[in-house]
């Protein structure tokens, strides 16, 4: 089962200018080939599925426990795209087609069917689907690919940095490449466990450090890169037999965290009386207050 926290990973910028398409480049990162959604039920199936996993429980704890870290990169991204739209249109009669700059956006999905919010899908409007999911049931070969995924996202999350400058979608970036740094990491170590190969020193893919990138550097400051946060209140901590020793970037041994990272507010979004989202009034949304307050 899960338990939720009503925050973000991260605390996110207010967005000073909507950027719409900014906002369909980063849903590469959430519904793409390499985007979250893929790393999440990657990991999630395979921990559902993961065969003797009291004997090797430590393997079944880190990709569990990772999976649920995930979780909370999808409403990062998914923060990120909402924030993007803010103020791409504004409200007028339907005459007067408030809703025409999405005509010129690159995705027209995010006006026409989901009120200018994120989407389960990719930067080209396709749909995130199961077949992005890799479960063989054989555990080096499921580790291998999950360091392969890994390391593709990072690929794509730098290439998405390099599309944009606006500073929500890359402070959100800078974060994820640190934690899918540091996940990349986790399962090299698990596969050198396994079989002796010293898999870490494949990194970084590509070969660029996340120091080369300021929203990235800052967090590898406050040593992120080498914390695996354990996203439970008892459970999995066997982590630590895996993800411990010296950081292999030479600056301190990786560390376990009980528990969550601080995180930040999950953003507001106003109402988009124009997309009739949430299609309350002012007066309704009032009366409703005093509704439930008395119930």
């Known amino acids: 089962m899960y338990l939720r926290v009503d925050r973000l990973q991260i605390e996110l910028p207010a967005p000073k200018d909507p950027d719409p398409n900014a906002a369909a480049a980063v849903q590469d990162l959430l519904g793409g080939r390499f985007g979250e959604m893929s790393t999440l039920m990657n990991y999630t199936y395979q921990s559902f599925n993961f065969r003797n996993h009291v004997q090797l429980r430590p393997y079944r704890d880190l990709i569990a426990n990772i999976a649920t870290e995930e979780l909370g990169h999808i409403e990062l991204v998914s923060a990120t795209i909402n924030l993007l739209l803010v103020g791409a249109t504004q409200p007028a009669p339907p005459e007067d087609a408030p809703l025409a700059p999405g005509k010129d956006a690159r995705s027209t999905?995010?006006?026409?069917?989901?009120?200018?919010?994120?989407?389960?899908?990719?930067?080209?409007?396709?749909?995130?689907?199961?077949?992005?999911?890799?479960?063989?049931?054989?555990?080096i070969l499921d580790l291998l690919h999950n360091f392969f995924l890994e390391c593709g996202a990072r690929l794509h999350k730098i290439r998405v940095y390099e599309m944009t400058r606006n500073p929500v979608a890359r402070e959100m970036i800078g974060y994820l490449l640190v934690r899918g740094g540091v996940h990349a990491t986790a399962y090299g170590k698990a596969l050198e466990t396994l079989t002796g190969v010293a898999v870490h020193r494949l990194l970084p893919i590509p070969n660029i450090p996340n120091s080369k990138f300021p929203e990235a550097r800052k967090y590898e400051q406050a040593g992120v890169h080498r914390t695996l946060y354990r996203f439970s209140p008892e459970d999995y901590r066997e982590v630590s037999r895996i993800w411990r020793g010296p950081s292999?970037?030479?600056?301190?041994?990786?560390?376990?965290?009980?528990?969550?990272?601080?995180?930040?507010?999950?953003?507001?979004?106003?109402?988009?009386?124009?997309?009739?989202?949430?299609?309350?009034?002012?007066?309704?949304?009032?009366?409703?207050?005093?509704?439930?307050?008395?119930?």
């Open 109 to 139: 999905y995010h006006f026409v069917s989901t009120a200018q919010t994120a989407f389960v899908g990719g930067s080209m409007g396709g749909f995130w689907h199961g077949d992005y999911v890799f479960n063989s049931g054989n555990l």
């Open 248 to 295: 292999p970037s030479g600056d301190g041994d990786l560390v376990v965290a009980d528990g969550p990272p601080p995180g930040g507010p999950v953003p507001v979004l106003p109402d988009l009386p124009e997309e009739f989202a949430p299609g309350l009034s002012a007066e309704e949304i009032t009366e409703l207050a005093k509704k439930l307050a008395g119930a």
